[in-house]
């Protein structure tokens, strides 16, 4: 499996008055930067068969925005993506064929963790996504067994790619 790994964009900040954490939206900054960023994801990395997005607005903003750079695919919700654990959505992407590209747009600190996990490394830190950052693994087997780092890009590096 080719799975490609998506931070949402920048959000509308946490503990904003009057907006709960699941309701936060990207910014108009976020949308315009994660919009040139998806360009340049769409440059370097082909168009994935399922799009899995977490239900929460500022996921779901963020795949659509993928979604329309890729052309030709609609983000489906996955609930995993928003309050899962690392193993949950594993097991998840374990259900896929091996031939299949995903990708899964996601939030923080799941998505380093999952990253760090897939790579065999306990340095999560390391592996700690910018808003709007993207990785792409190669899974050659099964999910719990492990992948190989392709690439890991900020979103100044795919926007440059546009």
Partial sequence: MKLTIIRHGIAVASGTKGIPDDERPLTKKGRRRFRRAARGLAHVCRTPDVL?????????????????????????????????????????????????RVAVVGHEPTLSVLLARLLGSAKVERFAFRKGGVAHVTVPGSAAEGARLEWFLRPRILRALA
């Fill in 52 to 100: 899995l997005t977490s239900p929460l607005i500022r996921a779901a903003e963020t795949a659509a925005i993928a979604a329309n750079a890729w052309g030709g695919i609609t983000p489906v919700s996955e609930p995993l993506l928003a309050h899962g654990s690392p193993d949950e959505i594993l097991a998840l992407l374990g259900k896929f064929p091996g031939d299949q």
